[in-house]
């Protein structure tokens, strides 16, 4: 539904209106660059760009990344004087080991108020995965999660939807975000296109009775369904784009997301 330049600055605008309301500051100043909000608009700037780029990256790759956009932003600071208008994003001050602390320090401040349960160590994959999962569900972009057994895919779904309670949720932190409700379809080499549509639809009909909350479509083990003869992942684009409400003569936005876990 959103190509990644849009889905950037989508996450970016969700991430200064979080930032506002958490550091008591304007949502207009940060998604302005503000001098006021310099601080704000820095972390909303690196935390997009994770989001959209870096988390989709193998780690050797993570660090060809960062080192290319320091080299760019490097470049900037000594451009021709023709061509220094941008200059003022010095207060940037972009760095390697800069950029991965910001990173690994927001990603802490988002799932530091979740309950883990005892026994369950927050290691950097469940830490990513939260945030990753949680930031998606709030801007309704599908995700696909994907890594090797053990890497706590499964384990970050549920958490989210143990401590994701709308009001109920156990901190005013957690209370900030929507309640999440999960309808979940096993895939297998004998998947259809029926049986994800059916989940799909399950979960629709939740959504028109509960509106404030954030219904979850979560197809674990994604890459069995790639197996079956009937090819039913070609389900996906059609479910995951726009849908048109049959009680209404206008389009609204799909409220689902599908997180692949496996």
Known sequence: PYPPLPRCLKVYAWLA???AKEEGCRAVDILQG????RKQVRTALVMGLCY????RL?????ERYVCAIVRAWNQLQYAPAAR????SCAWLELNERGIADLIYEVQLGFVRHMALGEGIALNTALLENLFMILVSICNCIPIFVVGKPGSSKSLAMTLVQENLNGEASENAFLRSFPAVEIFSYQCSPLSTSTGIEQTFGAALRYKRQAPGVSVVVLLDEVGLAEQSP???LKVLHKEVSTTRNPQAPHEIPDPRLNVQAG
């Open 58 to 62: 193998a780690h050797a790759a993570r």
């Open 17 to 19: 209106h979080h930032l």
């Open 34 to 37: 503000s001098r006021t909000a």
């Open 230 to 232: 009937h090819m039913p």
């Open 84 to 87: 220094r208008a941008v200059q």
């Open 52 to 55: 959209c780029y870096y988390a």
